[in-house]
Structure formats: C-alpha cells, structure tokens
C-alpha cells in the first residue's frame, strides 16, 4: 500500500499539493513514483508562468513512462525544485525515495483559493488508489 498523508490535497491525476499561505507544493503521490519506477528526467516546462488549474506544467520521465504533470490549481509557477531539476542538479531519482519531501516538484503561487475544495482528501485519494491497484 502506498503512503497517502493526511495533511495534503491530492488530483485525480497523482499530485499532491500542500498549502502554506498562498503558496502551494505540488509533488508527485508515492503511487504515482511507484507506478513510473526509476525517474529519470524531470522538467517544469511552465516555470515563471501563469497557469490553469489541470493544464501542464512539466513532466516527469521515468524508465517506464513519460507523464505529464498538471496544476493542481490556479496561480504562477514560482519555483521547480532544483535538487531534482536535471538542468541544475542531477538527482531526479529523489522524487523516488522521499516523494513528500526533498521529492517535491515546484511551487505555485495560488490565484484562486477556491479551486482547493475541488483536490481530493486522503480517504478520496486513497479510495482512488484502491480502485487503481485492481484494474
């Protein structure tokens, strides 16, 4: 079973995102990581951008699959996680071992609050991720 905490929103697409202030970390989920396997190229193609909620931010190249990434809300795309941005670090494989922490993608300034009542809680996600596991 794969790790959902408590204290975070979750999309229908595997992203988690937590809120402080205005501002909101999106990662990827520990079912998601799981899913992809070994992660080894990570991009956030909309840094510096004003994005909507679902659109594309980056995506994620893993050794079985690409995926993209989307917003979980509304806002601009403030920061990408350096430590795994392959451009200016080289350690994408950490969104595999702490993808909650130092694993996080980037950062969104959020323009509509409103928009976090639509992400799924943990019992939401966690449902979501039981009825993946048995298709």
Same mark, same amino acid.
């Given at each position: 079973?794969?790790? $959902? ?17 205005? %501002?909101?970390? $999106?990662?990827?989920? =520990? ?6 396997? =070994? $992660?080894?190229?990570?991009? $956030?193609?909309?840094?510096?951008? !004003?994005?909507?909620?679902?659109? !594309? %931010?980056?995506? @994620?190249?893993?050794?079985?699959? !690409?995926?993209? %990434? ?7 795309? @403030?920061?990408?996680?350096?430590? @795994? ?11 595999? +071992? ?9 950062? @969104?300034? %959020? ?6 009542? !639509? ?11 039981? +009825?993946?596991?048995?298709?």
């Amino acid at each position: 079973m794969s790790s $959902i905490p408590a204290d975070l929103k979750y999309t229908k697409t595997h992203e988690w995102v937590r809120v402080e202030g205005d %501002i909101a970390t $999106i990662g990827i989920t =520990d079912f998601a990581q799981k899913e992809l396997s =070994d $992660i080894v190229y990570v991009e $956030i193609t909309a840094l510096g951008k !004003t994005v909507k909620q679902t659109e !594309t %931010i980056g995506f @994620i190249e893993a050794v079985k699959a !690409t995926s993209d %990434i989307y917003a979980p809300v509304s806002g601009e795309v @403030i920061e990408a996680n350096a430590q @795994i941005n392959k451009k200016e670090g080289d350690a994408p494989a950490m969104v595999n +071992r702490d993808p909650y922490g130092m694993g996080w993608l980037c950062k @969104i300034k %959020i323009s509509n609050p409103a928009e976090l009542s !639509t992400l799924l809680d943990q019992e939401a996600y966690t449902n979501l991720v039981q +009825r993946s596991q048995h298709h």
